[in-house]
């Protein structure tokens, strides 16, 4: 497992992590980056997800077990594009896989390791009950985890999901600054948005920053369940 480095705000002298992930691919040739849509609970972006199938823009879709049960039409839509969406376990209710008792962005915690695994096995019952795939990544909810948590996703057979380039965070952010975020994206990016808020602003500013990328001439892949051009790295913390 890769080093990391603590997050603020951890309680009880615990840090919190947060994994950054990159992709190998600087100097092989086209600018390429990974496009990651959190799929929390809430409804369906579908004005994002019709222009990336339009643009034929692959991407990772993190889901949790209830945005599944709460979006099935969306989820049909999705399921259409096999060559161009992978589904990513985002948890069953997204709960953030942190030990303690506290809240991080409002989320009240898993609290334990039992607590952290349930999350993450409903999680995945709900993607193969509904998808028929098993998931190869696991983003928790927040994206930040106790040191414990990572010996607990991989014994699952999970990879943690981070990213270098938070988007929009935590769908908060304007169309204009969404865009410029995305616009900046070096090779080997792995970029982070969400696909659950339709109605606010961010989403449009996902489809303007896809949009000025392809322009430019960059590549957008998948994270694949086993993939060589993959690596996590140290990162500052930022929360």
Not at 24 to 44: I, S, Y
Not at 133 to 144: D, H, K, M, N, S
Not at 179 to 205: E, F, K, T, Y
Request: hydrophobic share 45%; with cysteine; glycine share 10%.
């Amino acid at each position: 497992m890769a080093s990391l480095v603590p997050a603020l705000g951890a309680e009880a002298g615990e840090a919190l992590l947060e994994p950054r992930l990159t992709l190998k691919t600087a100097g092989h040739g086209a600018r390429t980056v990974a496009l990651t849509l959190d799929a929390c609970p809430g409804g369906f972006d579908e004005a994002l997800i019709s222009n990336l199938i339009a643009w034929r823009v692959p991407a990772t879709l993190f889901m949790t077990g209830a945005w599944i049960h709460a979006n099935p039409r969306g989820l049909d839509v999705i399921l259409r594009h096999p060559d161009l969406f992978s589904i990513g376990n985002h948890g069953a209710k997204h709960i953030p896989a942190v030990l303690g008792q506290r809240t991080v962005f409002g989320l009240k915690v898993a609290g334990d390791t039992d607590a952290i695994r349930d999350e993450i096995a409903r999680g995945e019952d709900a993607i193969v009950q509904t998808t028929g795939q098993r998931p190869a990544w696991y983003r928790g909810a927040a994206a930040l985890y106790s040191p414990a948590a990572f010996p607990v996703i991989e014994t699952m057979g999970l990879s943690v999901a981070g990213f270098s380039l938070n988007a929009d965070m935590g769908a908060s952010l304007p169309a204009s600054v969404v865009a410029a975020r995305i616009q900046q994206a070096v090779d080997g990016d792995v970029i982070i948005a969400h696909m659950n808020q339709p109605h606010r602003l961010s989403g449009p500013g996902v489809s303007e920053g896809v949009r000025r990328l392809l322009a430019e001439g960059v590549t957008f892949i998948r994270l694949e369940a086993e993939t060589p051009s993959i690596a996590v790295i140290d990162t500052p913390a930022k929360v």
